[in-house]
Structure formats: C-alpha cells, structure tokens
C-alpha cells in the first residue's frame, strides 16, 4: 500500500506560478514512479507529468512542456510540481499518483486525494 498526501494548492492569479507537494508513504519511495493528473471541472482526469523512480526518466503532457516541471525528493519522500505561467484552463484538482508496478510509461495504481488549484484571470 502506498499513502499519498498532497499540498500546494490555491488561488492563484492567471500568469502566476505555484509549487504543489506530495508526499508518499508505505513503500521505499525510490522503488516506484510517480506522477500528477488533473480533473478540470466537467472534464475527463489527464495526465500531467510523470517521474521515474531514480528521477532519470521524466513524461509530460506535450502542451504543458516548458510550463511544468516535475522533480522528486527520495529523500524526503515526495514529489513536486512546479508550474508557471499558469492559465485559467489549468484550473483543476491535481492529484499525486503512484506506479509500483514498474511500467513504462507509469500506470498508476495509487492516488492522492487532491489539491485545487484555481487560476483566476
């Protein structure tokens, strides 16, 4: 079992930046990927960015590149989403997802409960 607790999120002005956290415990942290999708309202939960165990191998949503930017703490164990320039679209709840089944791409099969994160213009 992995626990996921995430942190971070707000209100935030549209051209701003904000840094959400997540912390995992359960499992040696270093063993498994992680990762962060979004649900905006009404829409389908996607899939932000992602992070290998070790942080060699990262994934991005193409059109977040350069905007987002994924990073992890083994030592700390938690993971990190720093975003900037942010959008109204990037209004969502972000949640932290674990990977301890290996895959590549990450396949999660745990999940945070979720920070909002609401970009106001």
């Known amino acids: 079992q992995v626990q996921l607790k995430e942190s971070g999120g707000g209100l935030v002005q549209a051209g701003g930046s904000v840094r959400l956290s997540c912390v995992a415990s359960?499992?040696?942290?270093?063993?498994?990927?992680m990762g962060w999708i979004r649900q905006a309202p009404g829409k389908e939960r996607e899939f932000v960015a992602g992070i290998s165990g070790n942080g060699g191998k990262l994934y991005y949503k193409d059109s977040l590149k350069g905007r987002f930017t994924i990073s992890r703490d083994n030592a700390k164990n938690t993971v990190y989403l720093q975003m900037k320039d942010l959008k109204a679209e990037d209004t969502a709840i972000y949640l932290c997802?674990?990977?301890?089944?290996?895959?590549?791409?990450?396949?999660?099969?745990?999940w945070g409960q979720g920070t909002l994160v609401n970009v106001s213009e």
């Open positions: 359960g499992r040696t942290f270093s063993n498994y990927a």
């Open positions: 997802a674990a990977d301890v089944g290996g895959t590549d791409p990450p396949q999660f099969e745990y």
